[in-house]
């Protein structure tokens, strides 16, 4: 009986990198009759690549040969995680905190990659609550749009400061579609929030959809929700050393009240 055709992901250091020695890999791979979707440098001296076969033994052969190797050591040999389908796309692995790690940082020139790792997420059926921290005009609203483009999604702003600041106290039947991706400014839901709005939240939380809750720090603090209710947390910076610092810029939210 044939097996169901996988995807698995194999990333090998590079300790000399002699001429010929990806052709050797990818011979090697022939010969078992694994394919090579996705090949890509990731990061330093290291190779990724995307494979597909329908025998697992296949790859189970393919590692204890390339242990072998005298010129690369074998770092991952897995199914693929969606960190790893983007580190073949793109050429690098996300940042990803060491303690937390459903905690993933970019920075502004990195939008590209951050764009196609949200929209992968979106594209998820079901509840998720994602956060996205970041200091002002850094680009967050702006990808999240982009991300719903790229997961063919309908966004729905219920709280946000793009254009003005926007406080929703109802939404539209089209507008409370489960599919659609719900774009909440948590310091704008908590600050400016009125009982209307606060009770729209709450149906909107327990609704089986994506939110997207931007500065959720403040949006934990001011609410009843706990960074446990996060499914991921996005950190999106000008530069690496920037600190995202609220005091600095939630008194804007309050000075029109």
């Not at 979707?37 to 190779?47: A, H, M, P, Q, W």
């Not at 052969?61 to 050591?73: E, F, P, Q, R, V």
């Not at 990803?96 to 059926?125: C, I, N, P, Q, Y």
Request: contains cysteine; negative net charge; glycine residues 6%.
């Amino acid at each position: 009986m044939t097996e169901e055709t996988k995807q698995w992901y194999m990333e090998y250091k590079i300790h000399k990198n002699r001429p010929g020695l990806l052709g050797d890999i990818a011979s090697m791979l022939g010969v078992l009759g694994v394919n090579i979707l996705t090949i890509n440098g990731v990061e330093g001296e290291r190779r990724g690549m995307l494979l597909e076969t329908d025998d697992d033994e296949k790859i189970r052969i393919l590692g204890d040969t390339l242990k072998k190797a005298s010129n690369i050591t074998v770092t991952a040999l897995r199914a693929p995680r969606l960190v790893d389908i983007l580190a073949v796309r793109h050429g690098r692995y996300i940042d990803r905190d060491s303690d937390d790690r459903k905690t993933f940082r970019f920075t502004r020139d990195e939008l590209g990659l951050l764009v196609d790792f949200l929209g992968e997420v979106l594209k998820r059926d079901g509840n998720q609550i994602i956060g996205l921290r970041g200091m002002p005009r850094v680009g967050k609203t702006e990808s999240i749009i982009a991300s719903s483009v790229c997961a063919m999604k309908r966004w729905t702003f219920v709280s946000s400061t793009l254009l003005r600041q926007t406080v929703r106290s109802q939404l539209s039947e089209e507008e409370m579609n489960p599919n659609n991706v719900f774009i909440i400014d948590g310091i704008v839901s908590t600050i400016r929030s009125n009982e209307r709005h606060y009770h729209l939240l709450q149906e909107i939380m327990s609704m089986p959809s994506t939110k997207v809750i931007e500065h959720p720090d403040v949006f934990v603090r001011e609410s009843g929700y706990s960074y446990d209710d996060f499914n991921i947390i996005i950190e999106l910076r000008n530069n690496p050393a920037e600190e995202i610092i609220y005091d600095t810029f939630t008194a804007s939210y309050t000075e029109d009240l």
